[in-house]
């Protein structure tokens, strides 16, 4: 898989956001393709699973199996239905990724004959293949929402290092497939929209930005624990994905010039997340002897969690610029701020539109400038309560998630325009509202 848990929405049960996707008539019945993740592990899906059952809507999921958590292969939770398939992922190169995609869209497919008729299908990437089970279900009478949650051409040049070569063409083309077979398309931030509108040369109106943000009920910060600090009189915190395009050798090569460089030795590191480059990471940190100094804890439970995000006097965005990341909103950065604390990034565009001032920025790359501020802001604990707050505001304001349930279900109300809904009942039905 190229690639948070998150609990129910509270209702929101006013009259506009029923209106605003299809009427909140509750005959409407909407199917979410994932194949990245599993939900309600996948924390964006499963917000816009609830926005979309608050709204009137039937939902169900279709994804992969989780490992340790959302293993059941059918389980409704909170009143959205979810269909789960065994996936192993890839290894060994193109041809493991084949096996895992070819295995993913079987299965897509064999569950949405069981799932039956629908009025939206709404497919998530990564990969850019489940435009095929998509257009399957538009011959039926579906509409097809394209919930764009990464650039895929882009991931795999900053992923894989190979170039332009015939396997970036192939995704390139696959993706100008998806953008041609959906008639509305979600994107994560206004990086993406552009990308939609110039390369995927979709109109503007029919693209709709539905950012991700953090589920606050899970980010609520606790007393903090010294004992975590292992010690020291400072605790340093990642949290996030561990793949070979997120940084985390970036942070552990800073995190050794802070200490060889800078003189610095008063803090203590966790890295909270598991991920492809998880065993490398612990590797190089080995090399560059920190294991004293730095602890990787994989993925745990949200109450530790929280208690190692409260205890946190800085946290490291580390994701280095490239093709992707520089335009791409990371999840760790909104987490950060709904949790009031302080980040170091390297300097990215959309890493500025998210944090704004609840960031300090290094020149892109340039780790001996990243662990440079790690000092500054340990040595400013004003600046680090400034920092926090102002994120806190952001994300409780202008990144909410209600703003994005507003354009998610106004994308909604587009891609149902004119049409009415199908019947569970009657699979005849959307073969007639097709024909019409």
């Known amino acids: 898989m190229l690639g948070d848990t998150s609990s129910g929405e509270t209702s929101f049960g006013d009259a506009s956001f029923g209106d605003a996707a299809g009427g909140g008539r509750p005959d409407r019945r909407a199917l979410i393709l994932v194949e990245n993740l599993s939900v309600p592990f996948d924390r964006r899906v499963w917000q816009e699973c609830t926005t979309l059952r608050d709204a009137g809507w039937t939902v169900h999921v279709i994804c992969p199996q989780g490992s340790k958590r959302d293993t059941e292969a059918e389980a409704e939770i909170d009143g959205v239905r979810i269909h789960r398939y065994p996936l192993r992922a890839a290894t060994g190169g193109p041809a493991g990724y084949l096996r895992e995609y070819g295995s993913a869209l079987w299965h897509t497919l064999r569950l949405a004959r069981k799932v039956g008729p629908v009025d939206v299908v709404h497919a998530c990437n990564p990969p850019d293949l489940l435009f095929l089970p998509a257009l399957w279900l538009k011959r039926r009478g579906a509409r097809f929402v394209f ?12 992923r894989f290092g190979r170039g332009e070569d015939l396997l970036h ?38 693209v709709f930005v539905v950012r991700s943000a953090p589920a606050i ?28 395009q997120d940084g985390v050798d970036y942070a552990l090569r800073a995190l050794a010039k802070l200490r060889d460089e800078l003189g610095r030795t008063d803090w203590h590191a966790v890295f909270v997340g598991s991920g492809d480059a998880f065993d490398a990471m612990t590797q190089l940190s080995r090399e560059l002897g920190l294991t004293e100094q730095v602890q990787f804890t994989g993925r745990i439970p949200d109450a530790d969690l929280v208690r190692y995000l409260s205890t946190a006097d800085v946290c490291l965005s ?23 604390r302080p980040i170091v990034s390297f300097d990215l565009k959309e890493a500025r539109v998210s944090a704004g001032d609840a960031a300090v920025y290094a020149p892109a790359n340039d780790e001996a400038a990243f662990a440079g501020l790690i000092a500054l802001l340990l040595d400013d604990p004003e600046q680090r309560a400034r920092m926090g707050r102002i994120g806190q505001e952001r994300v409780s ?14 994308a909604y109300t587009a891609a149902c325009r004119d049409t009415p809904p199908v019947s569970a009942d009657d699979p005849d039905r959307a073969g007639k509202r097709q024909r019409r």
């Open 217 to 244: 009920e899970r980010f609520q910060p606790v007393p903090a624990e010294p004992e975590l600090k292992n010690g020291k009189p400072h605790l340093l915190c990642y949290l996030g994905v561990m793949g070979p």
């Open 318 to 340: 580390p994701d280095p610029r490239n093709p992707l990341n520089d335009v791409s909103t990371m999840n760790k950065v909104l987490e950060y701020m709904a949790m009031g």
């Open 147 to 158: 919930d764009q949650h990464d650039l895929v051409p882009e991931l795999y040049l900053s």
């Open 397 to 410: 304001g202008p990144l909410s998630w209600r703003n994005s349930q507003a354009s998610l279900l106004a």
């Open 169 to 206: 063409r192939a995704v390139c083309a696959l993706e100008r497939r998806t953008y041609r077979a959906a008639d509305v398309v979600l994107a994560t931030n206004e990086s993406y929209r552009d990308v939609a509108v110039r390369r995927g040369g979709r109109r503007p109106e029919d």
